[in-house]
């Protein structure tokens, strides 16, 4: 069964001169996709003036608001116990977002309801992610 959680996130968007500005997000959570979870950002906050998807590991997300995690371009800590901050780093530059704990772990429980922890199917993961990689080589 093919089930896509969505859920819209208010974040807020820590600018270098440490000023807070509101950004509207969706996560999102795909059961034929198990590892992953998906903030999407709308084009009007983009400044390539696109949409922007991040997707990073379900299992991250858990971590981080636990404590800090993440390596490579996307890292997750607790910001005291209401926040948790998610920064993620590309080519153009960093962006720091803070996001109510509660919406980041009420989303983490709604997709361990879909697809349990421990019962992601590795094979389908492997065979959509060979299928990805090397297409119809």
């Given at each position: 069964m093919?089930?896509?959680?969505e859920?819209?996130?208010?974040a807020?968007?820590?600018t270098?001169?440490?000023?807070e500005?509101?950004v509207?997000?969706?996560?999102?959570y795909?059961?034929a996709?198990p590892f992953?979870v998906?903030l999407d950002f709308p084009?009007?906050i983009?400044l390539?003036?696109e949409?922007?998807t991040?997707?990073?590991g379900r299992?991250?997300l858990?971590?981080?608001?636990?404590?800090?995690?993440?390596t490579?371009?996307v890292?997750i800590?607790?910001?005291?116990?209401?926040?948790?901050?998610v920064e993620?780093?590309?080519p153009?530059?960093m962006?720091?977002?803070?996001?109510d704990?509660?919406?980041?772990?009420?989303?983490?429980?709604?997709?361990?309801?879909?697809v349990?922890a421990?019962?992601?199917?590795v094979?389908?993961?492997?065979?959509e992610?060979?299928?990805?990689l090397?297409?119809?080589?």
């Amino acid at each position: 069964m093919d089930i896509t959680l969505e859920q819209p996130v208010r974040a807020r968007l820590i600018t270098a001169e440490d000023q807070e500005l509101p950004v509207a997000a969706s996560l999102r959570y795909a059961a034929a996709d198990p590892f992953a979870v998906h903030l999407d950002f709308p084009a009007e906050i983009s400044l390539a003036e696109e949409a922007a998807t991040w997707t990073f590991g379900r299992t991250l997300l858990e971590e981080g608001l636990r404590g800090p995690a993440g390596t490579g371009d996307v890292h997750i800590w607790p910001c005291g116990p209401a926040r948790t901050v998610v920064e993620l780093h590309s080519p153009f530059g960093m962006a720091l977002l803070q996001f109510d704990t509660f919406a980041l772990r009420r989303f983490l429980l709604r997709s361990y309801a879909v697809v349990p922890a421990g019962r992601e199917d590795v094979g389908a993961a492997v065979d959509e992610g060979l299928q990805a990689l090397l297409g119809n080589v």
